[in-house]
């Protein structure tokens, strides 16, 4: 039986890859993305969960028939957003745009080289807290230049977005060849991508999707022992060359991944014990993310969290870094209904989608951001892209605001557009 809902898995994700590669730019849409990291990240770590004689087949059933359901919704629900009304739109000023996008790439750059100068004790652990995360924090603001820059390249090539571009892209370059981040990896590629595909209708080749698929399962199996080498312990390039990919495959179809384990048992604690949290994970993870305990005190920033059994139990304690995706943490909300959030943000992202390819800017602009997020609700926690989506209320929409034309309809090519 387990098996068999394997291969489900397996035949629903290959079909979903497939239907987006069959159609130039249909691989820039989110099913492909869910699709994308099920088989890069989850279906890798299954084989072994089902040879292993520690997790219990009952629960293991459990979690892929949900996490089917999850990928499933990911689908129906973008089915839905794509039919839906189009979203506003404005006209924007494109010098105010490459002025927004210059002020926030030098913002973010003054606090990702604030990072880079914290002790590091604090800079390196392995979860981050304190100073780390708040100048984190403040450093997104440079991905949000680098996207505005994109945008009005990928229209109308110029000398000040460039500089914006290759400015931001060497503090990339940074996160991705030394510290060895899958996230920034793909935000790097997708945002680009993203930019001339709303622009030009450029899509990138086929082969060079499949082999960006094929680069993120060797993410997953030598990103940990990249960054020791190279950012950790700073062991040297030598180390790096030195990573046995084909032992740790092996090692991975044998034994599982953390994450997937973490998965299962958290499914079916929370199915046996039936105590649901019906979303409150969500509140209490948007004021672990945005209330400063350094401003307002750890005891006020405690009180507002509102407490929730545990969805491990008492014994069971998972890997430091490990994640437990967003499969079991949609189970604990709403049980097998909690498929629905992944229908949610499908639904969303499809609307943002089909706004974006009408010539929307601002949602072009967020769907370019949203990507990440909407990919790390499979791997990490479906509150991820809430979180995203918060942040950039906070921050980008005021530069939107900033570059709005009002009351004004411009003449193309002239320096008020709408860009698409």
């Not at 953390?258 to 014990?273: K, L």
Request: proline share 4%; hydrophobic share 55%; net charge positive.
């Amino acid at each position: 039986m387990t098996w068999f809902i394997i291969w489900l898995l397996v035949v629903l994700c290959f079909g979903m890859l497939v239907h987006g590669l069959l159609v130039p730019g249909r691989f820039y849409q989110y099913p492909f993305f869910a699709a994308g990291i099920f088989l890069t990240f989850v279906l890798p770590q299954l084989p072994g969960l089902a040879n292993s004689r520690f997790i219990p087949e009952a629960a293991l059933i459990k979690t892929l028939i949900f996490s089917f359901f999850c990928l499933a919704m990911c689908g129906i629900g973008w089915r839905f957003g794509m039919r839906s009304k189009t979203l506003k739109d404005h006209a924007f000023s494109e010098p105010h745009l490459l002025l927004a996008a210059a002020f926030l790439s030098l913002v973010g750059a003054y606090f990702f080289f604030k990072f880079g100068r914290l002790p590091d004790e604090e800079r390196l652990r392995g979860i981050l807290t304190g100073t780390a995360v708040a100048y984190l924090f403040f450093a997104k603001l440079l991905t949000y230049g680098f996207a505005l820059a994109l945008l009005c390249f990928a229209r109308r090539a110029s000398i000040p977005a460039l500089c914006i571009i290759l400015f931001d892209t060497l503090f990339y370059l940074e996160r991705i060849v030394i510290a060895g981040r899958r996230g920034e990896t793909a935000e790097f590629c997708l945002l680009i991508a993203l930019a001339f595909w709303f622009q030009k209708r450029w899509a990138a080749p086929r082969i060079a999707v499949v082999g960006g698929l094929v680069f993120s399962i060797v993410g997953l199996l030598g990103a940990g022992e990249y960054r020791e080498a190279t950012y950790y312990e700073q062991q040297g390039w030598g180390a790096v060359a030195n990573i046995d990919l084909a032992a740790n495959w092996n090692r991975m179809l044998k034994e599982g991944g953390s994450e997937m384990t973490n998965a299962v048992v958290a499914i079916d604690h929370v199915d046996q014990s039936q105590v649901l949290d019906f979303g409150i994970e969500h509140w209490n993870s948007l004021v672990f993310s945005y209330v400063p305990a350094q401003l307002v005190g750890t005891d006020f920033k405690r009180s507002l969290i509102i407490d929730m059994a545990p969805i491990y139990g008492k014994f069971y304690f998972p890997g430091i870094g490990s994640t437990s995706t967003g499969m079991a943490d949609a189970f604990a909300s709403f049980w097998y209904f909690g498929c629905l959030k992944f229908f949610l943000v499908a639904y969303l992202m499809g609307r943002l989608y089909d706004s974006a390819l009408r010539g929307n800017t601002a949602s072009q602009i967020i769907y370019m951001l949203s990507a990440v997020p909407s990919i790390l609700v499979v791997s990490h926690f479906t509150n991820e892209i809430v979180i995203a989506w918060v942040h950039m209320a906070v921050f980008l929409v005021p530069a939107l605001y900033y570059a709005r034309v009002t009351n004004y309809v411009a003449p193309p090519n002239l320096g008020n557009i709408r860009l698409g």
